[in-house]
């Protein structure tokens, strides 16, 4: 059995730790100049990009320019710096190497001297070369975004020039669509005229015909009535001569007979009259009934009117039933429409008493 | 301005106080490292060796030949080691006492004691990573916090508040973090596998011990019937 194995010592998980470690470090250090490297050629990228976005914008564009030569500026000094460098690494190298070597010390140094010296110039034209290729790359630059700027300032005179063309089109197409749009308008508004001036027209023509109707109808009741006065007066007249006779022939008796006929020839006046008031209420009511269209001339409904002694309406029933609801239904709208009937207040008091409640028949046949 | 932020720089630049905490962390993470290497090498070698032993010790080899071939008390290791304090201490009181349970009582108490050095051996310096472990963000959280405060003073004596004037000691505080964390996950990583790993063991010497146990109290049992009749 070996024992040795048994026990673990420390020795080897020791360098298996530091090996770990340093693994780690190393690839640290190694991921590290890949990746920076590649964003000092992004952020070279990302400046020319700034310059050509902010361009649109004057004030912009003048930072942008300032802030270009500043890190023109920027380099010469980082190259400076790195000549320093350059200057010292030779210094910091050379400095252990006279500590070896005592003996040869003398001629080392004189030799690390002269070393130092070349070193030294060489670091100097090295920037000194630097120096001038940054200064002609600065100059580079600068005639380069200059000629950006041109480029950028020519193109932007374009876009204003462009800017202004499409300006006027607009304006032009404005104006243009303005114009038709008025036009539309007023052909719109004169057709409206038109249109309006035709339904005033015909509303007046149709006013005019009922004008001339309901004249029609006065002149025709009026007439009518001067008839029947007539043949009342002829009456009378011819009664009149006829109880002249009578009372030329009987006394006093024959006057109170003639009372009573008077009596008689009013309440025969009264029955005219209101034969009349009956007829002009139909009238009336014909004259605002709007006749259904499908209900045909025989139909017949028959309508309990009642009234105020003003000729208000207060009831109107449908007694007899047509058969068709919309035309019992017009009727009584008919009614309702063409109420009050004022004629009412020109009855004689008893009249006025027979006409609280009335019948009227309405059948189409009799209105067309 | 890349080079400024290269993790090295930034370390080099480092204020003296996330300098220190970042060295400690460092050391911390070696020596974890190391515990954890070491501790896995012992514990495969215990449980190969353990196997070894429990073959040999259940192929029925006589138990003085078996002690006779084992070697000293201090270069054995694991269930042979308890199995030799207990064959010891059996041998050295069976010619001194006739009672079976004095016997076996010390027997057992040998084992025991023999089983509780081989727990202090396994779990040697597993406390260590346990510490690294559970301190070491902690360290790195305090070199950031330092680190931040740093940004900060040197933002209020700044005349622009630039990301460039803070930018550098924020990287470098959260490096701090960075190492802390990076010192602390293999830590708590190993310390869980390497605990259980030592304690399967420990519970496997134990059962051995039982047994062990058993059978000597068999063996007495047979021997006191023997010697009666």
Do not use: C
């Amino acid at each position: 059995m070996a024992r040795h194995d048994k026990r673990v010592g420390y020795g080897l998980p020791t360098m298996l730790a530091v090996g770990l470690h340093v693994l780690v470090i190393i690839i640290s250090m190694i991921s590290l100049p890949s990746s920076t490297s590649d964003p000092t050629e992004a952020s070279v990228v990302q400046a020319t990009l700034v310059r050509t976005e902010t361009t649109t914008d004057q004030a912009l564009r003048n930072e942008d320019a300032s802030g270009g030569t500043e890190s023109s500026d920027e380099e010469p000094e980082e190259q400076q710096t790195q000549a320093e460098e350059a200057e010292q690494e030779p210094a910091e190298e050379n400095t252990p190497e006279p500590a070896d070597n005592t003996e040869q010390q003398a001629a080392e140094r004189e030799t690390t001297a002269q070393e130092r010296e070349e070193a030294r110039q060489a670091a100097l034209a090295e920037a000194e070369r630097r120096q001038q290729e940054a200064e002609r790359l600065a100059q580079q630059r600068e005639e380069e975004q200059r000629r950006l700027e041109e480029a950028e300032r020519q193109r932007e005179e374009e876009q204003q020039r462009r800017e202004e063309a499409e300006a006027e089109r607009r304006r032009q197409e404005e104006e243009q669509r303005r114009q038709e749009e008025a036009e539309a308008e007023r052909q719109r508004q004169e057709e409206q005229r038109r249109q309006e001036e035709a339904e005033a027209e015909r509303q007046r023509q149709e006013e005019e015909q009922r004008r001339q109707e309901e004249a029609e109808a006065e002149r025709q009741r009026q007439e009518e009535q001067r008839r029947r006065e007539e043949a009342e007066a002829e009456r009378q007249r011819q009664e009149d001569a006829a109880q002249r006779a009578a009372e030329a022939a009987s006394g006093s008796l024959d006057r109170a007979i003639a009372g009573e006929q008077d009596a008689i020839a009013q309440a025969r006046q009264a029955d005219e009259a209101a034969n009349s008031f009956q007829n002009l209420v139909k009238r009336y009511v014909e004259q605002a009934w709007n006749v259904p269209p499908e209900a045909d001339s025989g139909t017949v409904a028959l309508v309990r009117l009642r009234l105020l002694p003003t000729g208000e309406l207060v009831e109107a029933n449908v007694i007899q039933r047509s058969g068709s609801d919309s035309f019992d239904r017009s009727v009584v709208r008919a009614v309702e429409r063409a109420a009050p009937f004022r004629e009412m207040q020109d009855l004689p008091p008893g009249a006025q008493r027979r006409f609280r409640e009335f019948n009227l028949r309405f059948s189409p046949g009799e209105v067309r | 301005m890349n080079d400024s932020m290269s993790i090295p720089y930034l370390i080099m630049n480092a204020s003296g106080v996330v300098q220190f905490v970042m060295l400690i962390l460092i050391l911390a993470s070696l020596l974890s490292w190391i515990v954890i290497f070491q501790r896995s090498f012992v514990i495969r070698r215990a449980k190969r060796a353990h196997q070894d032993f429990e073959e040999r010790f259940w192929s029925g080899i006589d138990l003085n030949e078996l002690y006779k071939e084992t070697p000293s008390e201090q270069e054995t290791v694991g269930a042979e080691h308890i199995f030799r304090a207990g064959f010891r201490e059996f041998n050295r009181l069976l010619p001194k006492t006739r009672n079976p349970q004095s016997i076996l009582e010390g027997v057992q108490r040998s084992m025991r004691v023999a089983w509780s050095r081989e727990e202090e051996r396994l779990n040697l310096h597993l406390v260590f990573l346990a510490t690294v472990a559970s301190a070491s963000p902690y360290i790195g959280l305090f070199g950031t916090v330092w680190g931040i405060m740093g940004s900060f003073q040197s933002l209020s004596m700044a005349q622009q508040a630039t990301l460039a004037t803070v930018a550098p000691w924020i990287a470098e505080a959260l490096i701090a973090t960075a190492m802390g964390l990076f010192a602390a996950i293999p830590a708590v990583i190993f310390y869980n596998r390497l605990s259980s790993a030592s304690s399967k063991l420990l519970g496997k010497y134990e059962d051995f011990a039982e047994e062990f146990h058993s059978i000597l109290h068999r063996n007495l049992q047979g021997r006191g019937n023997s010697e009666g009749a």
